[in-house]
């Protein structure tokens, strides 16, 4: 009996011991690590030139593109006489593109674009991207004088000489002094044009100044075409409505009126329509007798250069494709 409760007390004090150990089994605990702070973003401190910029002429205005420069919030677009360089900040945009109207046709303007950034308070630009480009330009007819003439607001004197840029009903007309004037023809001499026949307008610009010309006038019309002559580079247009735009489809070199005999300018309608008159083919008329025809042989080598006496002279086959796709109510642009 002794035997057995001794065995028992032993089991019982193991029992306990191993209890005991394990009570006082170490306890692990988990490293706590600190969360990395993020690394403040670097600041910007230049910003690249703008690149691939182009410019398009337009009805009264220029428009500018470029592409996007990484990190900047605007850009900065600055103007001046071409060969000047006294440039004036004329605009800031979010954009990369600017339509930007000129104060006049005949000059040609410096244009340079900055990209911006504001950064800590700081004003970050580039180095300018910079080009050059005017308005369409028109051609202008220089004429004298023969006698003085009074107008309510101004006397112009025998003697002098001015610019027309327009004409029509037999008067040439011309801004003199801020105003609009008008002067006929059997009242002047020496009439002499300027106008440019070494290079045209593009594809491009014609579509944007024909957009741009029948937006500010407000000009609506349904027909499938628009015609536009450009009196400065004796070139003519022809353009298709598509989703709403006008799109360049055809161009080619006309030959307009002589300084002497010009054509009528303005926004005129085709007509009427005569396939053959004094041997010459393909009548578009869109003033009278004044109309878009056809010349062949010799008169051909004249196109690009003023030589008609108002008409608006064509290549045979260009003046057949307007006589038998342009119906008559077509727009004709004389610009």
Same mark, same amino acid.
């Given at each position: 009996?002794?035997?057995?409760?001794?065995?028992?007390?032993?089991?019982?004090?193991?029992?306990?011991?191993?209890?005991?150990?394990?009570?006082?089994?170490?306890?692990?605990?988990?490293?706590?690590?600190?969360?990395?702070?993020?690394? *403040? !973003?670097?600041? #910007?401190?230049?910003? @690249? =030139?703008? /690149?691939?910029?182009?410019?398009?002429?337009?009805?009264?205005?220029? $428009?500018?593109?470029?592409?996007?420069?990484?990190?900047?919030?605007?850009?900065?677009?600055?103007?001046?006489?071409?060969?000047?360089?006294?440039?004036?900040?004329?605009?800031?945009?979010?954009?990369?593109?600017?339509?930007?109207?000129?104060?006049?046709?005949?000059?040609?303007?410096?244009?340079?674009?900055?990209?911006?950034?504001?950064?800590?308070?700081?004003?970050?630009?580039? *180095? !300018?991207?910079? #080009?050059?480009?005017? @308005? =369409?330009? /028109?051609?202008?007819?220089?004429?004298?004088?023969?006698?003085?003439? $009074?107008?309510?607001?101004?006397?112009?004197?025998?003697?002098?000489?001015?610019?027309?840029?327009?004409?029509?009903?037999?008067?040439?007309?011309?801004?003199?002094?801020?105003?609009?004037?008008?002067?006929?023809?059997?009242?002047?001499?020496?009439?002499?044009?300027?106008?440019?026949?070494?290079?045209?307008?593009?594809?491009?610009?014609?579509?944007?100044?024909?957009?741009?010309?029948?937006?500010?006038?407000?000009?609506?019309?349904?027909?499938?075409?628009?015609?536009?002559?450009?009196?400065?580079?004796?070139?003519?247009?022809?353009?298709?409505?598509?989703?709403?735009?006008?799109?360049?489809?055809?161009?080619?070199?006309?030959?307009?009126?002589?300084?002497?005999?010009?054509?009528?300018?303005?926004?005129?309608?085709?007509?009427?329509?005569?396939?053959?008159?004094?041997?010459?083919?393909?009548?578009?008329?869109?003033?009278?007798?004044?109309?878009?025809?056809?010349?062949?042989?010799?008169?051909?080598?004249?196109?690009?250069?003023?030589?008609?006496?108002?008409?608006?002279?064509?290549?045979?086959?260009?003046?057949?494709?307007?006589?038998?796709?342009?119906?008559?109510?077509?727009?004709?642009?004389?610009?």
């Amino acid at each position: 009996m002794k035997r057995i409760i001794c065995i028992l007390i032993t089991i019982l004090m193991l029992t306990t011991m191993s209890q005991a150990v394990a009570f006082a089994a170490p306890t692990t605990t988990k490293a706590t690590t600190k969360a990395a702070t993020p690394a *403040a !973003p670097k600041a #910007i401190t230049s910003l @690249a =030139v703008p /690149k691939n910029v182009h410019a398009l002429s337009g009805f009264g205005c220029v $428009k500018l593109t470029w592409d996007p420069v990484p990190n900047a919030q605007y850009y900065i677009i600055q103007r001046s006489v071409a060969g000047k360089m006294k440039f004036a900040q004329i605009a800031t945009t979010k954009e990369r593109y600017l339509v930007s109207p000129v104060p006049g046709i005949y000059t040609n303007f410096a244009y340079r674009i900055i990209a911006a950034r504001n950064e800590g308070g700081k004003l970050i630009q580039s *180095a !300018p991207a910079k #080009i050059r480009e005017s @308005a =369409v330009s /028109k051609m202008r007819i220089f004429v004298t004088f023969k006698k003085t003439k $009074k107008y309510d607001d101004v006397t112009v004197k025998k003697g002098t000489r001015i610019g027309a840029d327009a004409y029509g009903g037999g008067y040439y007309i011309f801004n003199y002094k801020g105003k609009r004037h008008a002067v006929s023809r059997i009242s002047v001499s020496n009439q002499n044009a300027d106008y440019n026949r070494k290079s045209n307008y593009s594809k491009k610009e014609a579509a944007f100044f024909i957009n741009e010309y029948v937006r500010q006038k407000k000009i609506n019309t349904d027909k499938k075409y628009l015609i536009w002559v450009s009196s400065y580079t004796q070139r003519l247009y022809v353009f298709e409505k598509k989703n709403g735009v006008w799109s360049t489809v055809k161009n080619w070199d006309v030959s307009m009126g002589m300084a002497s005999t010009p054509s009528p300018t303005g926004h005129k309608v085709i007509q009427k329509k005569v396939p053959t008159r004094h041997g010459i083919r393909f009548w578009n008329c869109f003033s009278g007798w004044n109309a878009l025809h056809g010349v062949s042989g010799n008169m051909k080598s004249h196109l690009g250069r003023l030589a008609s006496h108002g008409c608006i002279r064509n290549g045979v086959t260009n003046a057949g494709w307007i006589y038998a796709n342009c119906k008559k109510g077509t727009m004709v642009i004389i610009y």
